[in-house]
């Protein structure tokens, strides 16, 4: 296990975090009908690669995340994270933040930040110390003695983001986890995550519904369709690092967002 | 017509045999009453029935007489209905070698701690001079507890006495209706203030129940078929209890006859080994107000 | 006026109505005899109660371990597996559909006559209501929960003790209050029905002789008994409140702490 | 989710491997047959038993004892156990003395109950009402408590009155561990109607189980017992079918 | 009660849904220390205004909107609405949509929707009616029968906008509605919702993070700066209506959004 990036962002040691979809489907059973979610969806996503996903609402992007995370088994096809198959969570292959916090509402936002470090017996003062690094990293000092119920809704979408980065594992998926934040937090938070993924070389998946937000972090980005979802483009993102505000207003940035744009509106 | 509710300790016990007569018998109806009878789990439950105005004659011993009307339930024993430990057995399983004596710091069980198979047991203790611990088991826990050793020897009611012994399970060591002196072991009781309200009932009542009684002695096919169909167990069985304990008990009941405030004075110091603290002149425990006229048939 | 001083007051009647009923004649001396002839019972044989109750005391503690311990534990891991609850609790709550009360003079033929079998049947008297509360209260836990959980890698035993019991802890506590309940209720019983020693002994043996105020001072012990465990169990789910944020129990316990902003449910 | 036909199955085959056992034991003499009769002596002892139409009378005495009883306690208990969950004075008060009086053996007050009701049929509902309305107090408590305090803002926010948000959102929420209770408290009520009869009776099936131990007639107390575990079985099962139906949102 | 707006969206009727918010604060009270999340907050809204709050993550605009809703009692100051103070919920006059979607889980897509007119007691065949009318309005036509669990993050977060659509009050209070819908769906239901609005006459108070957002829809944007809460400044959106994409690209436009910004930046 590697030292939390933020610490020590000097070298980007290499990680393995290849992922590879072949022809996945997942088939939701409800009461009344079949759900068609996912169908024959393939991807290939290279180690130390930051890749956004996107689509309308409901068109199973969170369902892939919980399907690369092992969460949740695909009904047919592979998915494999470094040539092995993803049977079951492994926190030392891959890291998840969810949708909804889901933070543990008996556990302090510091507790709930060290949880994932806990189940591994990483021994308390080390554990606090990340975690209140991991807290500060998301603008949350000074709330780590606050329980879930006493912070606001983009706050604790934060501490959920500290407990997955806390983890550091090769692998990150994130589902739209600066959902609820404001603009400034929004940018600031990306700046720190793609700080980290420079330093560490993880691998990060990134759901989310902002455009701007999706070329303005993506090496690549994945650009899904609606019901059964389906991979409708995959762009590459070919804009120089590090990434800064300016580029927001250039041509090449504005290309990539409405191609994107245009996807989205077909496809709705 | 008044109703007299009839208070009976349990089930398979011969105060049963002797109601269910009157009642099939209707002798009751002979007497102008009605009767209906009620089944308690023990003497104590009955008692607590009685005083709880739930039964208006029960039988017992005079040793909850007398600890009731120390707890301000006035009641007395107006008939008298047996004067010994009828089919009351100390058994060990069949093949245990032991005899009374040997049961020294040995187990012996009985039903409950101050109950009458206590108090048989303690008079044994105290007869024999020897000691045995006293493992109350309850009714149900008697036999099976013998049966698996758990106890050494057990103080055994009819007819289950006579059951376990025909079945070969166990076997007597000590038969308590011969082994034990005549004492006043149960007799009917009423609350004083309902003998004083209704004497009349009071009467026909117990003239119904020692008709009963008559009738019994006199029909004993009648009556076996009666207690194997009570009890539920095979005429043999049922031929042993009428046998051993219905033709023992008292056939007048009179409770001004001259043996009985000695034999109730025995049974209350007998009761004083269980513990009775609350022990009355024998004088308050019975009333000679009542002498039994038994119904024909 | 709080709550405490009513409860107080109301004890205190209770107590003044347990004194004046009998010595009034309202209920025969057999049926309730006064607080004070208890007491006075209680105090002259203080030495064989506190003999019976200290067999008492061991055989509830070791009850109280298997029925509340073993109840959670099995509740909160077949709760949690969906298949084996599926299986499982049907099982369970039909066994518990036996009246074990009725079968227990028979039962002792196996466990013995002594503490085994007292603590045998409260530990089963007491045992099935816990891990039943414990695994209805696992279902009502939040699934993204469980999730987050095992993204993190939790083992199934991780996830046992640092998700499901923390999220049920409301359910098992009241799980662990009616378990505890059972068990000195089961021990008691037990004790009354076979038995040579304990407080369920002498409070039948004296019952069988009609003598109620010995039978009252050990009815009297049996709720001293309570009265300790509920102070025990009050004590855990003060602990226990920071744990129960986010349901109407916690709603309770915050409001305790003070947010006093809040304002009440409905 | 519902029991597929494998849970099925091996619930089937665990109830035929139990009565196997039984049997087995019986049988081999591993268990004294006369102290554990087998268990095909005690289902026919219990065919002959229902043949018998007194059997039938106690059956149908205590059963409507049973339902009487349940029928009372369960929505008062789930009444008073709301009251004292929503309402934190009155929650203060009661809820150690309630503790108390369920810590207390019922059967000591056993007396106490013929000395008001007398001994029949309103006794046996009486004491069948008191061993259980406290365990559906306590029950009812726990459940209202794990309710979602979100779930109540909603409600709160839409103006939903006292009664309705106790039915549309305690209701459901609670109903995992409603269903529970209700299972253990039919458990007390039955237990309890039965020590009633064992007690003072007429007639009942309790009384019945009673005198079959008291005279060492295993065959018939174990037919007995499996009569009452029948019953309480059989509504069991009901309250399950109950839960799945209710309950298919649970994942 | 007046029939859902969507079904006849010809004349705006007169709603009375004025808001006065005096001197408010608000403090909370936590195990180590006091929290003032708002502080002597006063706000003045006219009827059938659409009012769009925004600050960063934890300011307290959740809080300010449950205080609203009285689901929450002020520290100190007073609200009313319409001259009342609301000392407790009253759906006649507010209706809320929450941060967090929280549905009931026990109950289908429609009967959630349909649980606030359950509560009035409206006829079973009009309640469903009006609750397909509001599930079709969020674009979840067909997904009625499913139960929470069944559904995607965006998903849910309409079923709970059409829930409190369904109700129809003068006033309603949306917190970060859009949070969870990708930008296509966020537009589309950006214009439905105007389209009640102007419709019916309604007051909305609109929480978001998106600034583009609130300009679009709002004719008054709230900034309020970090804890303690307080309000930083108040700008009159005077462009035309109806809104149309186009405006987006325009300098007015431009401009409010960036005054916007630079409030929010600067408290930062
Ligand atoms: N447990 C389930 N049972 C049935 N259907 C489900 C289940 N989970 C998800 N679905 C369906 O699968 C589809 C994809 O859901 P998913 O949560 O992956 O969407 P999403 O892309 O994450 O959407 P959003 O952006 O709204 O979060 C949806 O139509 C949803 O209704
Ligand atoms: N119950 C509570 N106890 C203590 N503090 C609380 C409580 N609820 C909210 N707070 C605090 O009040 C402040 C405002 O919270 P609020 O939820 O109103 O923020 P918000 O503006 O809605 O933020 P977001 O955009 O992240 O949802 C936050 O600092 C939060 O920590
Ligand atoms: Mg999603
Ligand atoms: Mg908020």
Redesign the interface.
């Known amino acids: 296990m590697q030292p939390l990036a933020n610490v020590t962002p000097l070298k980007p040691p290499p990680r393995a975090g290849a992922i590879e979809v072949r022809n996945v489907g997942q088939v939701f059973r409800t009461r009344s009908q079949d759900v068609v979610a996912l169908e024959d969806v393939s991807l290939d996503i290279k180690p130390g690669r930051f890749v956004v996903l996107v689509g309308p609402s409901g068109c199973g992007k969170s369902t892939l995340l919980m399907m690369m995370a092992g969460l949740r088994a695909q009904t047919s096809g592979t998915i494999t994270i470094n040539g092995a198959p993803i049977a079951q969570p492994d926190p030392n292959r891959v890291g998840v933040v969810f949708q909804e916090a889901s933070l543990f509402p008996w556990l302090t936002a510091e507790d709930n930040v060290e949880f994932p470090l806990a189940l591994r017996g990483v021994a308390k003062a080390e554990r606090r110390a990340k975690a209140q690094d991991a807290l500060k990293l998301v603008g949350l000092e000074g709330f780590g003695k606050r329980h879930p119920h006493e912070l606001s809704g983009g706050m604790k979408q934060r501490v959920s983001i500290a407990r997955g980065l806390v983890q550091d594992p090769p692998v990150l998926l994130m589902d739209e986890p600066f959902a609820a934040l404001d603009e400034q937090t929004r940018m600031t938070m990306g700046d720190e995550l793609l700080r980290i993924w420079a330093a560490t070389g993880k691998t990060v998946v990134f759901v989310t519904h902002s455009l701007t937000e999706a070329v303005y972090l993506a090496d690549e980005v994945i650009v899904m369709s609606p019901r059964p979802g389906r991979i409708v483009d995959q762009l590459q993102v070919n804009l120089p690092r590090p990434r800064t505000y300016e580029m927001l207003s250039g041509d090449a940035f504005g290309a990539l967002r409405d191609r994107i744009w245009r996807h989205i509106r077909k496809s709705a | 017509t008044d109703t007299i509710r009839v208070g009976l300790p349990t089930k398979t016990y011969w105060p049963t045999t002797i109601a269910e007569t009157a009642v099939r018998q209707k002798l009751f109806e002979k007497e102008g009453i009605k009767a209906e009878l009620t089944v308690y789990r023990s003497g104590a439950e009955t008692f607590e029935g009685m005083a709880a105005g739930a039964a208006d004659i029960i039988l017992d011993p005079p040793s909850l007489v007398s600890a009731g009307r120390k707890k301000g339930v006035m009641s007395r024993i107006v008939a008298n209905a047996a004067m010994g430990n009828f089919g009351w057995q100390l058994m060990v399983p069949t093949k245990s070698t032991l005899e009374v004596k040997d049961l020294n710091g040995k187990k012996v069980g009985i039903t409950a701690a101050g109950s009458g198979s206590d108090l048989l047991a303690l008079w044994t203790i105290q007869d024999k001079k020897i000691d045995f611990t006293r493992v109350p088991v309850g009714g149900g826990g008697l036999v099976p507890n013998l049966l698996a050793g758990n106890v050494d020897a057990a103080v055994v009611y009819s007819p289950l006495s006579f059951q376990v012994a025909k079945s070969g399970e166990a076997k007597t060591i000590l038969d308590y209706a011969t082994a034990a002196p005549p004492n006043l072991t149960a007799g009917w009781i009423v609350l004083d203030k309902f003998a004083e309200a209704k004497p009349d009932v009071v009467q026909k009542a117990v003239n119904a129940l020692y008709g009963a009684v008559q009738f019994m002695r006199a029909n004993r096919d009648v009556t076996v078929k009666l207690i194997a169909d009570l009890y539920e167990m095979p005429p043999e069985i049922a031929a042993m209890e009428y046998d051993n304990t219905i033709m023992k008990l008292e056939t007048d009941g009179d409770m001004g006859a001259a043996n009985v405030p000695a034999a109730v004075q025995l049974s209350l110091d007998l009761a004083k080994l269980g513990g009775l603290k609350d022990i009355v002149p024998v004088e308050d425990v019975i009333s000679t107000k009542f002498k039994p006229v038994p119904t024909k048939p | 006026m709080s709550a405490k001083t009513l409860r107080h007051l109301i004890v205190v009647g209770l107590l003044v109505l347990w004194e004046l009923l009998p010595r009034a004649g309202l209920i025969p001396e057999l049926f309730l005899p006064s607080l004070s002839s208890t007491l006075l019972a209680g105090w002259n044989e203080a030495a064989e109660y506190g003999h019976a109750l200290a067999v008492t005391l061991y055989e509830v503690a070791v009850s109280m371990a298997f029925a509340c311990g073993g109840g959670i534990l099995l509740g909160a891991i077949v709760g949690s597996l969906p298949r084996p609850r599926l299986l499982i609790m049907p099982m369970v709550s039909s066994l518990y559909a036996v009246p074990l009360v009725i079968l227990y003079p028979v039962f002792t033929v196996w466990l013995g006559i002594g503490s085994e079998s007292k603590i045998a049947f409260a530990s089963i008297y007491g045992f099935l209501p816990t891990m039943l509360a414990t695994a209805a209260g696992i279902q009502t836990i939040d699934p993204q929960l469980l999730l987050a959980a095992r993204s993190m890698g939790a083992t199934l035993s991780q996830r046992l003790v640092r998700v499901i019991i923390p999220a049920a802890i409301p359910t098992v506590l009241s799980g662990l209050r009616i378990g505890g309940a059972l068990v000195i209720v089961g021990v008691v019983v037990s004790e009354m029905l076979i038995s040579s020693a304990g407080i369920g002994y002498l409070i039948s043996r004296y019952r069988t002789i009609l003598d109620s105020p010995h039978v009252f001072a050990g009815v009297l012990l049996v709720l001293f008994m309570a009265i300790a465990f509920n102070t025990a169990i009050r004590w855990v789910e003060r602990k226990a409140a920071i744990w129960q944020t986010g349901t109407r129990a916690g709603q309770g316990a915050a409001d305790e702490v003070g947010s006093g902003t809040m304002q009440p449910a409905t | 989710?519902q029991?597929?036909l494998t849970?099925k199955l091996?619930?089937v085959a665990?109830v035929i491997a139990t009565f196997a056992l039984w049997e087995l034991l019986s049988r081999t003499g591993l268990?004294?047959p006369?102290?554990l009769p087998s268990a095909s002596d005690t289902l026919a002892t219990l065919g002959d038993l229902l043949q018998r139409s007194s059997v039938r009378t106690d059956l149908l005495v205590t059963a409507t004892e049973v339902l009487t009883a349940f029928a009372l306690a369960v929505p008062m208990g789930a009444l008073i156990g709301f009251l004292i969950?929503?309402n934190?004075?009155f929650?203060?008060?009661?809820k150690?003395?309630l503790?108390?009086a369920?810590?207390?053996?019922?059967?000591?007050f056993?007396?106490?109950f013929?000395?008001v009701f007398?001994?029949g049929f309103a006794q046996k509902v009486g004491f069948g009402f008191f061993s259980t309305i406290f365990?559906v107090i306590?029950?009812t408590?726990?459940a209202?408590?794990?309710?979602?305090?979100?779930?109540?803002?909603?409600?709160?926010?839409?103006?939903?009155?006292?009664a309705?948000?106790a039915f549309?959102?305690y209701l459901?929420?609670m109903?995992?561990?409603l269903?529970?209770?209700l299972?253990?408290s039919?458990?007390f009520n039955?237990?309890g109607v039965?020590?009633a009869e064992?007690?003072?009776?007429?007639d009942g099936i309790g009384?019945q189980?009673?005198?079959?131990?008291?005279?060492?007639?295993?065959k018939?107390?174990l037919a007995?017992?499996v009569m009452?575990?029948a019953i309480?079985?059989t509504?069991?099962?009901l309250i399950?079918w109950v839960e799945t139906r209710?309950?298919?949102?649970?994942?």
Not at chain 4, 91 to 94: F, I, Q, T
Not at chain 4, 102 to 108: G, L, N, Y
Not at chain 4, 148 to 161: C, F, M, P, Q, W
Not at chain 4, 246 to 251: A, G, L, V
Request: net charge positive; glycine share 4%.
């Open positions: 989710m029991a597929t849970i091996a619930r665990i268990a004294n006369r102290l969950a929503e934190r004075y929650a203060d008060v009661a150690p003395l503790f108390f369920f810590s207390i053996p019922k059967s000591i056993l007396p106490m013929i000395l007398g001994v365990i306590m029950s408590t726990t209202v408590e794990s309710v979602k305090a979100e779930h109540l803002t909603v409600a709160r926010s839409y103006g939903a009155t006292r309705q948000t549309r959102v459901p929420s109903l995992p561990v269903l529970e209770a299972r253990i039919m458990i039955l237990t039965i020590l064992m007690y003072a009776s007429r009384h189980i009673a005198t079959w131990g008291e005279n060492f007639q295993m018939q107390l007995g017992v009452v575990a309480a079985m509504f069991n099962e399950r209710c309950s298919h949102w649970r994942t």
